[in-house]
């Protein structure tokens, strides 16, 4: 088990590495560093808000999930 910062700092280096990688696509793609610049920093966003929306949908979806049992002492 880790703890809650470590999973958000492994949360926020993997937006950094995903967003550099759609930078520099859309740089080689384009040859335009801003509109890379842009791009990257809108994907960064959205996929963000759409990482948490997806996430608290499956908040409610209880398909799959394993509810703890309680034992008596």
Do not use: P
């Given at each position: 088990m880790e703890t809650h910062l470590r999973s958000v700092?492994?949360?926020m280096s993997w937006r950094l590495v995903a967003t550099m990688v759609t930078t520099i696509v859309v740089y080689i793609y384009s040859g335009e560093l801003?509109?890379?610049a842009i791009v990257g920093s809108i994907d960064a966003v959205a996929?963000?808000?759409l990482y948490w929306g997806h996430e608290r949908i499956w908040q409610g979806i209880h398909w799959g999930r394993i509810i703890p049992t309680v034992s008596s002492p």
């Open positions: 700092v492994k949360g801003a509109a890379a996929k963000i808000g």
